[in-house]
């Protein structure tokens, strides 16, 4: 019987968000536009895509405004896209080699943390991420 229970907490996410929604499709979208951004060097553009906390931690930590801190991160180029997992309000993006998360403002996604690799014993190290 405790099978049935892990086996439905392991379903819960994917019953709750829609499996095969178009959430999916959007988040895949919004992380596409920003790794295009950041590959073409639109710092604007890219920062337009980042969740406001994620923005702020990043003028305050560089003490330059958005593009300019932006534009000297290293983030990495993303493979190939590998998975795309929606929670709710949250979702991870998996790229060959590099993560980015994304979470649901009002009607819209955007980037909470990119350039992030697994770290063990912590889950990720993120280049740029939101408090």
Not at 39 to 45: F, M
Not at 106 to 115: E, N, S, T, V
Request: aromatic share 8%; net charge negative.
């Amino acid at each position: 019987m405790r099978w049935w229970f892990a086996a439905l907490a392991l379903l819960l996410p994917v019953v709750l968000t829609g499996c095969g929604s178009g959430q999916d499709e959007a988040v895949r979208e919004r992380a596409a536009a920003f790794e295009d951004a950041v590959a073409s060097e639109d710092w604007a553009g890219a920062c337009a895509l980042l969740a406001p906390e994620t923005r702020t931690e990043l003028e305050a930590a560089a003490k330059l405004p958005c593009a300019e801190a932006l534009a000297e991160e290293s983030l990495p180029a993303p493979g190939t896209l590998e998975r795309v997992d929606v929670f709710g309000t949250m979702a991870e993006v998996r790229y060959q080699g590099e993560t980015v998360f994304l979470t649901k403002f009002a009607d819209k996604w955007l980037l909470h943390a990119a350039g992030c690799t697994p770290q063990h014993p912590k889950p990720y190290d993120c280049a740029l991420h939101g408090g």
